[in-house]
């Protein structure tokens, strides 16, 4: 008998407590890929733009190579986050559910995801200081990639004048794209860091893919989200072959620092550095 029949079979009463949105989270978790899904009815004007050109001049650098000679749709056609419909006479191209996430405007990722909405709180107690999150208000970032660029500023700014600066940026670095790639935008719930005197607090929706133990020492990835971890790794934005985990591990030992708490089930990850 499979697990899910073995659960029917056995845990009826845990589905009667389960919420509409933890019954779909649960599901989830058994492993379907949804950012590379296709969206019926996008266009450029969906997409911030400056977002976009700004990783693709990063991924530029890291390549060494130039997509000058390439318009907006041909270069995300070229990374694979628009792909060719084949289902029907027409094979159009559309834009994925990746590439709306990566580098779309709020509002339109809203319309897909409703729930989606990405929180740095550098203060629990004064949460309006420091605090960065997705929003179509002027300033804010309206993607993951424009969080991860103003998070990964902030960060550097934090760690700038510490004698432990590069474990401590490689340690922060590998735990914020951890924290995007693996996350379950389709949840009702949404992604925080919270920052706690000396720790910080990373809680994405979406239970882990792997076991605890091969996270921590590394070696095997599962991302929920493969296109989004396909571009962050393009551009070296973490670790390859499954080993941010182990990094992270490592260079807290080597700090001599607590270990990190990693708390993860069916609906949701939390790490604690």
């Given at each position: 008998m499979n697990n899910c029949t073995e659960l029917f079979s056995r845990e009826i009463p845990?589905?009667?407590?389960?919420?509409?949105?933890?019954?779909?989270?649960?599901?989830?978790?058994s492993g379907q890929i949804v950012d590379s899904e296709m969206l019926d009815n996008f266009e450029l004007q969906d997409f911030d733009l400056p977002s976009l050109r700004q990783y693709q001049a990063l991924l530029e650098a890291r390549e060494s190579r130039s997509y000058v000679a390439l318009n907006d749709e041909s270069f995300l056609k070229s990374i694979g986050l628009i792909k060719e419909d084949r289902s029907s006479s027409q094979r159009v191209w559309k834009y994925t559910k990746a590439a709306l996430l990566l580098f779309g405007?709020?509002?339109?990722?809203?319309?897909?995801?409703?729930?989606?909405?990405?929180?740095?709180i550098k203060n629990p107690d004064r949460p309006d200081l420091g605090r960065i999150y997705t929003s179509s208000e002027n300033g804010c970032p309206e993607n993951l990639f424009s969080f991860y660029m103003q998070v990964r500023q902030e960060f550097n700014r934090d760690i700038q004048d510490s004698p432990s600066r590069e474990e401590e940026d490689l340690v922060l670095h590998e735990a914020l794209i951890n924290f995007l790639v693996h996350?379950?935008?389709?949840?009702?719930?949404?992604?925080?860091?919270?920052?706690?005197?000396?720790?910080?607090?990373?809680?994405?929706?979406?239970?882990?893919?792997?076991s605890t133990s091969d996270f921590t020492k590394g070696g095997k990835s599962l991302p929920r989200n493969p296109l989004i971890f396909s571009a962050c790794m393009r551009a070296r934005l973490g670790a390859r072959s499954g080993n941010g985990g182990r990094r992270i591990y490592q260079t807290m030992a080597k700090l001599r620092a607590p270990q990190p708490k990693l708390l993860t089930d069916k609906e949701s990850t939390e790490l604690i550095i």
């Open positions: 845990l589905f009667e407590k389960l919420s509409a949105g933890r019954l779909e989270s649960f599901f989830r978790g405007k709020y509002d339109s990722i809203r319309y897909v995801f409703p729930s989606f909405f990405i929180d740095l996350a379950d935008y389709s949840s009702h719930l949404s992604s925080k860091i919270t920052m706690k005197g000396t720790a910080i607090d990373f809680f994405n929706p979406g239970g882990m893919q792997i």
